[in-house]
């Protein structure tokens, strides 16, 4: 069973940093690129950043490029967002999504996890 | 405000059929696949269609996606209480460099 499970959430002052990760479990980690996701409350699904099974490709959205890295470890399954000079607009819940192909990157969403909340306050 | 347009809002009684637009331009659902997405409030999405017509295991049949020109739209037939949820399609942007979301459609089962 593909399980992903998000962690380091929480509330952080606005132009401070968070590190978030995803356990990943039940699929071959290194075959699949994968992605970041997010949702602030009551509103719609916003892709962050995507990642290709062997770090080669790596993607961000405008809105956090220059701010956010994506990266992973291939041999613990994990995959790691770092979020600096966050701001008050990245607050949401962080879903880690896997994308379904194999050893390519369709930005198809198969599994996700069940997210980590980001909030950003003074 | 969304790349992609969606209605805010659907409905339908038991047993109807229902579609969901997409809308979208050249640069994304003109040239590329077309994914659908169904959020449970409170829970992560879950993929419902793929490469705009395509069920991945465990869909059931009464989901179908069809793309047409730059829009697209996914149809429910025999409509259940339980397909009561948050509807998004998605699909990679030429012009943007990533891919992108619809705003959503919640579907309301009368």
């Known amino acids: 069973e593909v399980q992903l499970v998000e962690s380091g959430g929480g509330l952080v002052q606005p132009g401070r940093s968070l590190r978030l990760s995803c356990a990943a479990s039940g699929f071959t980690f290194d075959d699949h690129a994968m992605h970041w996701v997010r949702q602030a409350p009551g509103k719609g699904l916003e892709w962050v950043s995507g990642i290709s099974w062997n770090s080669g490709n790596i993607d961000y959205a405008d809105s956090v490029k220059g701010r956010f890295t994506i990266s992973r470890d291939n041999a613990k399954n994990s995959l790691y967002l770092q979020m600096n000079s966050l701001k008050t607009e990245d607050m949401a819940l962080y879903y880690c999504?896997?994308?379904?192909?194999?050893?390519?990157?369709?930005?198809?969403?198969?599994?996700w996890g069940q997210g980590t909340m980001v909030s950003v306050s003074s | 405000q969304s790349v992609l347009t969606q209605p805010p809002s659907a409905s339908g009684t038991p047993g109807q059929r229902v579609t969901i637009s997409c809308s979208g331009n050249s640069s994304n659902i003109g040239f590329n696949t077309v994914n659908w997405y169904q959020q449970f409030p409170g829970t992560a999405p879950k993929l419902l269609i793929y490469?705009?017509?395509e069920r991945p295991s465990g869909v059931p049949d009464r989901f179908s996606g069809s793309k047409s020109g730059t829009s697209a739209s996914l149809a429910i037939s025999g409509l259940q209480s339980e397909d009561e949820a948050d509807y998004y399609c998605?699909?990679?942007?030429?012009?943007?460099?990533?891919?992108?979301f619809g705003g959503g459609t919640k579907l309301s089962v009368l």
């Open positions: 490469k705009n017509n």
């Open positions: 999504a896997k994308d379904m192909a194999i050893a390519a990157r369709t930005d198809t969403f198969d599994f």
């Open positions: 998605s699909v990679w942007d030429d012009s943007l460099n990533e891919p992108v």
